[in-house]
């Protein structure tokens, strides 16, 4: 009896000693660290210049349709996997022509809010260089992070939109979103009119 009683015990022991307690892994953040921005001029023929980062290694102009004087151009980020793509549209002289051009890039932005998280706006105006316009950040799952356009109010019209070649998965796409977002501030800084 007491042999039995020792070897309970000693089994006890051994099946309570053993165990693999479950532990919580430590919380991970993938790291992404993009090159410093290099801007450089960028001179297409267009009626306008600006810069572009170095890191947009192809661009890709392009003419819109049969509407005159309109004309795109695709910046190309593949190790980001993402293209910034800006449109120009001539303004006529009627005013009919801007307010509709507001209208249609207002109104791109906010078929986003379906997915959108929010969306937020910054209004940016440089008096100088006669550049007006609005910046959209897009939160969530939505298509496009990032929309923004610019005009002098007389002539010239010009948007753009950020899209990633993948399934638009915020959480993933955030790091490379954030990078490309100032890429576009930055756009819209050094627009010239010509």
Known sequence: ???????IIILAIILTACGNDALPKPAAHLRLEYPKANYKKLEAGFPFTFEKNELAT????????????????????PALKGTIYITYKPITSNKERLDRLL??????????TVKADEIAEQLYANKE???????????????????????????????????FYAKPNFDSILPAAKYL????QHI????NWK
């Open 58 to 77: 192809q661009i890709k102009a392009r003419t819109i349709g049969n509407d005159s004087g309109s004309y795109g151009i695709d910046l190309m980020y």
């Open 1 to 7: 009896m007491k042999f039995k009683n020792i070897l």
């Open 103 to 112: 209208k249609d890039a207002q109104g791109f932005t906010q078929e986003h």
């Open 181 to 184: 977002q100032k890429d576009i």
């Open 129 to 163: 260089r006669k550049v007006y316009g609005m910046f959209y950040e897009v939160g969530g799952n939505a298509a496009s992070q990032s929309q923004f356009y610019v005009t002098d109010s007389l002539n010239h019209f010009v948007t753009g939109s950020l899209y």
């Open 188 to 191: 819209m800084e050094t627009i």
